[in-house]
């Protein structure tokens, strides 16, 4: 590209600028520290706007964040669209050198301006950078929040490399949330997306997502053996951040499964990624894990030392400033001052160290104990699904949507044929082992995105979300065949087990935003296929 200018949407422009970038090579990227002089000697703005942000993407190209952040503050552009442009490069980079506030700042300030501009593809890809903020502060639930409204804004584009990236961070999300089922589903799906549309990035981030799955099941050589195919895609596509954050991650949940030695392996590479391309944030985060894993293993010095660049890096990142070699030797300076203290207060303080333990142990119980209660409000105590509340919960949220934006949705409800047989004739114990068998087949059958309740007694309820009426019709259709194509297990034998589902389509015009009209309808139609023969899907008129 020879000069900044058109109206194409803040995400394509940046794309555009990246490919050209590329394609020139590092003798063309040279060309831009001229260009950048040279636009400053003649103080056009406007030139050195764009001299700067090809040249920050050559530097991020060459793996060099710090001095590509440098240059991308060199100049800014004096209209909007070019200023979001800028916004959606320095979002990238903050974020990959862990600078979490400047991050959460700049991305606020950029989304404001996309929702001013109207570019919801520069709105959507903001979303996706930010996610990944909360993901570095390990907060899965607004990770996901985000992570949902970005899927939301690809979906309504018809972005499908937007969406495999969602489904991918998506799925980490509910992995961390310890949902590895709806996890595998979102990387499943996102996986198909991807290899369809011959995207290698994103497939090594699903095959990441699988590893981190089979990890959380114990599946550990299983999860080894996804994450060494993931890191073989990205050593293709010269993708070092990514690299880094695989062993972070693998890391990690080696560490909690005190697999310490093989965790070691995978933080140290991590360790060294961060360090050559200044990922501080990882390195970070690879620093404090590993200080745990040589606490565990017996190495205490070893983990003093790794707590010691942990520490070093979260003062780097309080005062965005680079850590020199004065830094270094003050740090240890305090470090053995603060040792010397310690040694000197250990016997008095060894009964209010016992306090605070006990204390924090009391915390932790009362917190599960919280975590507890609000999920037994929110769960079905037999099935494992979500309850009847949670499910009108999640439909108003819908409801409240769809009159918004006008995205449609779904809602089944269905009932086991002939319960009560089954009860009578071989007992409530075989009944129940019947409703939890049910239950698994009902959450296989539906998209990780959708809602599957149980309703009560022997009624279960899905919400399919974004689905018009002839998707539920599809959908509807791969719950029923699910019950009926094969015998359910019990401890009195294999049963045939049918159930009748109706189906009803939330409109804007009859329902508005009343749940009870909708329900009404699906009620109807469930009745109409009871009395049509039942194992047969009946949608609403």
């Known amino acids: 590209m020879h000069g900044p200018a058109d109206p194409l949407p803040a995400s394509e422009r940046l794309d555009e600028v990246c490919r050209a970038v590329r394609a020139g090579g590092a003798e063309a990227r040279s060309s831009w520290v ?137 799925g980490c999300a509910l992995t961390w949330r310890g949902r590895p089922d709806e ?24 095959l990441a997502g699988l590893g981190r799955v089979a990890c959380q099941r114990a599946r550990f050589d299983e999860g080894r053996g996804w994450y060494a ?56 985060d690879a620093w404090e894990v590993s200080a745990l894993a040589l606490e565990a293993r017996g190495d205490p010095a070893g983990a003093l030392a790794a707590l010691r660049r942990h520490l070093a890096c979260r003062e780097v990142d309080a005062g965005n400033v680079t850590l020199g070699e004065g830094r270094d030797v003050e740090l240890e300076r305090r470090i053995a001052a603060a040792r010397r203290e310690a040694d000197s207060e250990r016997r008095r303080s060894s009964e209010l160290a016992e306090t ?42 819908e409801i409240r949507r769809g009159a918004r934006n006008g995205r449609p949705f779904c809602l089944l409800l269905l009932d086991v044929d002939h319960f009560k047989r089954v009860n009578d004739t071989h007992g409530h114990s075989t009944g129940d082992e019947v409703l939890i068998e049910l239950a698994g087949r009902l959450d296989h059958a539906v998209r990780c995105v959708d809602i599957a309740a149980r ?42 087990i049918t159930a009748s589902v109706g189906l009803a389509s939330w409109d804007r015009e009859r329902d508005s935003t009343s749940l009870d009209q909708l329900l009404s309808r699906a009620d109807r139609a469930l009745y ?10 009946v949608v609403a008129g």
């Open 229 to 284: 195919e993931s890191r073989r895609i990205l050593e293709g596509l010269d993708e070092p951040f990514l690299i880094a954050r695989n062993h972070l991650n693998l890391g990690r949940m080696l560490q909690e499964a005190d697999l310490l030695d093989q965790a070691l392996e995978e933080l140290s590479a991590a360790q060294a990624l961060a360090e050559a391309h200044g990922y501080r944030a990882v390195g970070c």
């Open 183 to 206: 996890a595998e589903r979102c990387h499943d799906e996102g996986l198909a997306i991807a290899v369809e549309l011959g995207a290698r990035r994103e497939q090594a981030v699903h």
């Open 356 to 397: 605070n333990e006990a204390l924090r142990a009391a915390l932790v119980r009362q917190q599960e104990l919280q975590d507890e209660l609000r999920r037994l409000a929110e769960t079905d105590a037999l099935t494992g699904l979500c309850n009847r509340r949670k499910l009108r919960e999640y439909a108003e949220q």
């Open 34 to 170: 001229e260009a950048v002089r040279s636009a400053r000697e003649r103080s056009d703005a406007k030139a050195l706007a764009h001299a700067s942000l090809c040249l920050a993407v050559a530097l991020h190209q060459s793996h060099d964040p710090g001095a590509a952040s440098a240059a991308l503050a060199e100049g800014e552009g004096d209209d909007e669209p070019s200023r979001l442009v800028a916004d959606l490069l320095g979002l990238r980079l903050l974020v990959e050198t862990g600078q979490r506030s400047a991050a959460f700042e700049r991305g606020r300030s950029a989304l404001a301006r996309a929702k001013a501009l109207g570019d919801r593809g520069a709105e959507a890809t903001l979303l996706l950078e930010l996610g990944l903020v909360h993901a570095d502060a390990r907060d899965a639930q607004r990770y996901a929040d985000v992570v949902l409204q970005a899927l939301d804004l690809f979906r309504a584009l018809g972005d499908r490399r937007g969406i495999t990236a969602c489904l991918g961070n998506l």
């Open 455 to 496: 309703w009560g007694g022997e009624e279960f309820a899905v919400l399919l979300v974004d689905t018009d009426t002839a998707g539920g019709q599809i959908a509807a259709e791969r719950v029923r065949s699910a019950f009926d194509a094969r015998p359910f297990h019990t401890s009195r034998g294999e049963l045939a």
């Open 528 to 537: 109409a296929a009871k009395q049509g023969g039942r194992n047969r899907v």
